[in-house]
């Protein structure tokens, strides 16, 4: 029977919604401004469904851990590490020398990005990791796709053995990313298990002659579409792609935040989630324009945490607008949805029309991670 290290970062993600673009270093800010955890809900979405698997569990005391599995109807467990009431990445890496020195098979975490740093600064290329995606960016290759896949991916190898691959772990620079700066960095390869359609790339960044004049295209495309229908708001999600739709508005657009633009003219810029609600109170329509994340597949859920299901239910589902370059489409072999809501995930169905050009769409698949188990 194979043993599991699971370690939870509670703070995960707390920024996301309330449009800090990041929690290291902002927790209190977050709770300031009315951030609620959101990752043992996460885990425990991943742990109700592997509960009648045969794994062993080794873990951390309280809400690192021991929380969720019991609220998960897991028992048998062994906590092998103690944090202190208010955890930090050290107690991260602490665990996962826990872990280590008990034998494990794998190392299950729930976090972001900084949280799978960590573990990889104690386990390199040793132990597998598998992430519950619960941080606001996410650009690493070791998150399944959505919490119910990682259950699918550990399941997979209950009886036999995990399929393993070489994962990037990425290194985002989180004051860069607030400043609208995408500082991502390769930190190392981790082993990491897999199953097709169930595990998100690494975020990849296209730049070349053919990727301007597709954002070009895409964007004079997407602003015709504005001007031509003045009584729909239209809130824009982040990207270069996205910023071209602002640049033939004449609009200016924040980089890495969600902007709401009416009748061409802008109309409230850098929008966190209470923001978006507020402009969708009214009776008015609305629609929501995002790009999908290059290579990773990542349509909502990586660094779009202020679009919630809240939000998403506001909008409706059939007037969200992706939009990439075929560069961009063809680097990516499947696209995922991870709103926080299977229902509202499976609503989305198997394909999206994705916009790659001026009055041209491709149809493109939409992952097998978002299927209920």
């Known amino acids: 029977m194979k043993t599991i290290g699971f370690v939870v970062n509670p703070v995960a993600g707390m920024g996301g919604a309330v449009g800090l673009k990041g929690?290291?270093?902002?927790?209190?800010?977050?709770?300031?401004?009315?951030a609620r955890p959101m990752a043992a809900s996460r885990a425990?979405?991943?742990m109700e469904k592997l509960k009648n698997a045969p794994f062993r569990y080794?873990?951390?005391?309280?809400?690192?851990?021991?929380?969720?599995l019991t609220g998960a109807g897991i028992s048998g467990f062994r906590?092998?590490?103690?944090?202190?009431?208010?955890?930090?990445?050290?107690d991260t890496r602490e665990a996962c020398r826990a872990f280590l020195r008990n034998g494990v098979d794998l190392v299950l975490f729930c976090g972001g990005d900084g949280t799978a740093r960590d573990l990889y600064d104690v386990v390199s290329?040793?132990?597998?990791?598998?992430?519950?995606?619960?941080?606001?960016?996410?650009?690493?290759?070791?998150f399944a796709v959505n919490p119910v896949a990682a259950a699918e991916i550990l399941s997979s190898g209950a009886s036999?053995?995990?399929?393993?691959?070489?994962?990037?772990?990425?290194?985002?620079?989180?004051?860069?990313?607030?400043?609208?700066?995408?500082?991502a960095t390769l930190y190392g390869y981790a082993k990491s298990p897999y199953l097709p359609g169930l595990v998100q790339g690494a975020k990849q960044v296209f730049e070349d002659q053919d990727e301007d004049l597709a954002k070009a295209g895409i964007g004079q495309f997407i602003a015709e579409v504005i001007r031509g229908t003045p009584d729909i708001l239209y809130i824009i999600g982040p990207g270069?792609?996205?910023?071209?739709?602002?640049?033939?508005?004449?609009?200016?657009?924040?980089?890495?935040?969600?902007?709401?633009?009416?009748?061409?003219?802008?109309?409230?810029?850098?929008?966190?989630?209470?923001?978006m609600l507020a402009l969708l109170a009214g009776e008015g329509r609305a629609r929501l324009v995002i790009s999908i994340i290059g290579a990773q597949g990542s349509v909502i859920g990586r660094g779009t945490q202020q679009v919630s299901p809240r939000v998403l239910r506001k909008i409706g589902i059939g007037n969200v607008i992706v939009i990439a370059t075929p560069h961009k489409l063809a680097e990516t072999p499947?696209?995922?949805?991870?709103?926080?809501?299977?229902?509202?995930?499976?609503?989305?169905?198997?394909?999206?029309?994705?916009?790659?050009g001026y009055h041209i769409a491709q149809r493109k698949k939409i992952g097998s991670g978002n299927a209920p188990m």
């Open 334 to 356: 499947l696209l995922f949805v991870d709103t926080g809501d299977q229902d509202l995930d499976a609503a989305f169905g198997e394909y999206l029309s994705v916009v790659s």
């Open 125 to 142: 290329d040793t132990i597998p990791l598998l992430g519950i995606p619960a941080g606001v960016k996410m650009y690493s290759a070791v």
């Open 23 to 34: 929690t290291d270093g902002k927790v209190g800010e977050a709770f300031r401004r009315g």
């Open 240 to 275: 270069s792609t996205t910023g071209a739709i602002a640049h033939e508005l004449g609009v200016d657009k924040t980089l890495l935040g969600f902007d709401a633009i009416q009748d061409g003219r802008m109309v409230a810029s850098d929008l966190n989630e209470e923001g």
């Open 44 to 46: 425990r979405e991943t």
């Open 160 to 183: 036999s053995h995990f399929h393993i691959r070489d994962a990037e772990v990425m290194d985002v620079d989180e004051e860069a990313y607030r400043h609208g700066e995408l500082k």
């Open 79 to 90: 906590v092998v590490y103690r944090p202190p009431p208010v955890t930090t990445a050290v």
């Open 58 to 68: 080794v873990t951390c005391s309280g809400p690192m851990g021991e929380d969720v």
